[in-house]
């Protein structure tokens, strides 16, 4: 009885086995099983990553001043580690002002759709009050009422580790701001876009790489479990939505879908 289980549930929802013991279910003798979605969907793995805490400066904001949710994809091997990611971006920017550490802040490790390897997890990466680096550093987007106010309170500052911390100008213009300051970026490790001499790591043209519904599940999951926390987060986009770049390839094709997951576990994003 409880093999078959466990077979009917994986061919049905499309959850490994060992999911089966992560989630409640119910018996009703007039409905066949059905699952009651939780509230809390994903453990969250912790990284201590080196960070450019002498050289780079940074900048804080609240957490609920984040609305939109970014998906990205590595553009390196899908084997590389979060730490890998935080090394290449610890080199990113001037030698006078380099990257304070990974851009992103949560990373989904997973293969692509086909391959076998071991489930997807998700790691954390850049605190989430911490403006990140993603969507473009001149991209500006507009702010609702409660950010606006959070702005003009002097919420949002910047400087470097045992520095002050002070408002930058720049980073609002005509009641818009920059859209780093807004959003959080979430990285899918691995290569989705097609091969060019730019894009070394990419796929050829025979064959494509997309993701595997165990990474869109858990994109979906990890979104939910953040906007059940964080109730402003109702947008998920995509890099290219903010500017001209094949980021995140063909994981762009998938937002509806992943979208669509996240409903059923009671979220709704636009």
Same mark, same amino acid.
Request: hydrophobic share 30%; proline share 7%; with cysteine.
């Given at each position: 009885?409880?093999?078959?289980?466990?077979?009917?549930? !994986?061919?049905?929802?499309?959850?490994?086995? @060992? %999911?089966?013991? %992560?989630?409640?279910?119910?018996? @009703?003798?007039?409905?066949?099983?059905?699952?009651?979605?939780?509230?809390?969907?994903?453990?969250?793995? /912790?990284?201590?990553?080196?960070?450019?805490?002498?050289?780079?400066?940074?900048?804080?904001?609240?957490?609920?001043?984040?609305?939109?949710? $970014?998906?990205?994809?590595?553009?390196?091997?899908?084997?590389?580690?979060?730490?890998?990611?935080? #090394?290449?971006?610890?080199?990113?920017? !001037?030698?006078? #002002?380099?990257?304070?550490?990974?851009?992103?802040?949560?990373? $989904?490790?997973?293969?692509?759709?086909?391959?076998?390897?071991?489930?997807?997890? $998700?790691?954390?990466?850049?605190?989430?009050?911490?403006?990140?680096?993603?969507?473009?550093?001149?991209?500006?987007?507009?702010? @609702?009422?409660?950010?606006?106010?959070?702005?003009?309170?002097?919420?949002?500052? %910047?400087?470097?580790?045992?520095?002050?911390?002070?408002? @930058?100008?720049?980073?609002?213009?005509?009641?818009?701001?920059?859209?780093?300051? !807004?959003?959080?970026?979430?990285?899918?490790?691995?290569?989705?876009?097609?091969?060019?001499? !730019?894009?070394?790591?990419?796929?050829?043209?025979?064959?494509?790489?997309?993701?595997?519904?165990?990474?869109?599940?858990?994109?979906?999951?990890?979104?939910?479990?953040?906007?059940?926390?964080?109730?402003?987060?109702?947008?998920? /986009?995509?890099?290219?939505?903010?500017?001209?770049?094949?980021?995140?390839?063909?994981?762009?094709?998938?937002?509806?879908?992943?979208?669509?997951?996240?409903?059923?576990?009671? %979220?709704?994003?636009?």
């Amino acid at each position: 009885m409880i093999l078959a289980l466990l077979s009917w549930t !994986t061919v049905s929802w499309g959850f490994s086995t @060992d %999911c089966f013991f %992560c989630l409640p279910w119910k018996q @009703d003798n007039t409905r066949p099983l059905v699952p009651e979605w939780p509230i809390e969907y994903v453990k969250i793995e /912790k990284v201590d990553y080196e960070r450019n805490s002498q050289t780079a400066s940074f900048c804080r904001r609240p957490e609920d001043m984040v609305d939109t949710i $970014v998906i990205h994809h590595s553009e390196t091997p899908s084997t590389d580690s979060p730490e890998r990611i935080n #090394d290449l971006h610890l080199n990113r920017g !001037t030698p006078a #002002d380099p990257w304070y550490m990974i851009a992103y802040s949560y990373v $989904v490790n997973s293969p692509y759709a086909g391959a076998l390897s071991p489930r997807a997890r $998700v790691t954390e990466g850049r605190p989430l009050d911490l403006v990140g680096a993603h969507a473009g550093s001149n991209i500006f987007v507009p702010m @609702d009422e409660d950010q606006k106010k959070m702005w003009k309170d002097g919420k949002i500052t %910047c400087g470097k580790e045992g520095g002050d911390f002070t408002v @930058d100008p720049s980073m609002e213009k005509n009641g818009t701001i920059k859209a780093n300051v !807004t959003t959080i970026g979430l990285v899918v490790i691995g290569n989705y876009s097609p091969f060019s001499k !730019t894009n070394p790591n990419g796929y050829s043209k025979k064959n494509p790489r997309y993701p595997t519904l165990q990474t869109q599940d858990m994109i979906a999951r990890t979104s939910c479990q953040l906007q059940k926390k964080y109730p402003r987060m109702k947008s998920i /986009k995509w890099h290219s939505y903010y500017h001209s770049t094949s980021c995140p390839g063909t994981i762009k094709e998938y937002i509806g879908k992943i979208k669509t997951l996240a409903r059923k576990y009671g %979220c709704e994003f636009n």
